[in-house]
């Protein structure tokens, strides 16, 4: 009999890359998502979709009593716009802490791993790069205060219950599916503009940088974190009550100047800039150091920019022409 796994926000950019993969592996897989943010389209036909909010205490548990047992969550649900979070923290802790919460109740009857999906670059703020998890954590933002109060609750849901729980912070993910919003969504924006043959919309002299990581390397690292939890492979990592964290990232900074130059270079063609004012709230410059992660989970995570540019580009142009 196989596995079974709950995906929350799997009709979501990333959480649907890890349905697909984790149904490729032979999981009994289910997805919970509200659509608020994510698509129906997104989920494949053997993945049941249960239109559920994970704020929703008690419709969450209903809903795990209904599945039946259930060997690992991926919270992948979340409110992940930094402006959503700084214009209505409440909206943001609501979604992304009591969510949290909640997950962690609906799988204490099983006992089960839970693998959180957190956030780097928003958790640490302006740290030393390529920054590591020993880093001081101090969020720029509500949206990463939230993240990290997250984390604080699954390891003391951990602590208290036994169970073995890990969490993955992960730089600026992009690749398919992906829609304009959150932490990565520059380049989703910037594959529109690159395809309808449009200069790019730059906020700032273009001069920050960000850890551009690709979803297939992430979700690789999210099955493989939450499978050494469950085996109980990181125990090293458990000292003292902890629960493993682990940076997805490439480690390599890029520009905002450069991904453009990769779009272009993947169209073919100059196109140009414009600049706009700088945003508020956004720091300079972020990188994460995932080497615990490469040596832990045995995981490479070292799709180029290049390479992941030009495969969101194909996934870009089916829906342009569709």
């Known amino acids: 009999m196989s596995q079974r796994a709950v995906v929350t926000g799997g009709a979501g950019f990333i959480g649907s890359h890890l349905v697909d993969r984790l149904l490729s592996l032979g999981w009994d897989v289910h997805v919970v998502d509200d659509l608020s943010n ?4 997104n989920v494949p036909e053997a993945a049941p979709l249960h239109e559920v909010d994970v704020a929703d205490a008690n419709a969450l548990l209903v809903l795990a009593e209904s ?5 690992r969550w991926y919270h992948f649900a979340a409110q992940a716009d930094v402006r959503v979070s700084v214009e209505d923290p409440a909206f943001d802790a609501r979604v992304n802490v009591i969510g949290t919460i909640n997950v962690l109740q609906a799988a204490h009857r099983d006992a089960a791993t839970v693998l959180l999906a957190s956030t780097g670059g928003a958790i640490y703020g302006d740290a030393p790069l390529p920054t590591t998890e020993a880093a001081p954590t101090r969020p720029p933002s509500p949206y990463g205060t939230a993240k990290l109060a997250a984390e604080h609750y699954l390891a003391q849901h951990a602590r208290l219950h036994g169970v073995r ?6 730089a600026n993910v992009y690749g398919p599916r992906q829609d304009p919003h959150g932490e990565g969504g520059v380049v989703a924006i910037f594959g529109g503009k690159a395809l309808a043959g449009a200069q790019a919309r730059v906020f700032g002299d273009g001069r920050q940088t960000r850890d551009f990581v690709y979803v297939g390397d992430v979700v690789e690292a999210s099955i493989a ?6 085996a109980g492979t990181d ?3 458990r000292a003292d009550g902890d629960i493993p964290i682990y940076n997805v990232g490439t480690g390599v ?4 100047v450069d991904l453009w130059s990769a779009m272009e270079r993947a169209v073919g063609r100059d196109l140009g800039i414009e600049f706009a004012d700088a945003r508020a709230g956004e720091i300079e410059h972020s990188a994460l150091d995932a080497s615990l992660a490469r040596r832990v989970l045995g995981v490479a995570i070292d799709t180029s920019v290049d390479t992941g540019v030009v495969a969101t580009l194909d996934w870009l142009g089916t829906q342009v022409e569709a």
């Open 253 to 256: 900074q890029t520009s905002v």
């Open 225 to 230: 974190a939450s499978d050494a939890a469950a």
């Open 235 to 237: 125990a090293e990592l």
């Open 165 to 170: 729980h890990a969490a993955v912070r992960f």
């Open 67 to 71: 599945i039946g047992p259930i060997d």
């Open 38 to 41: 994510g698509h129906r389209h």
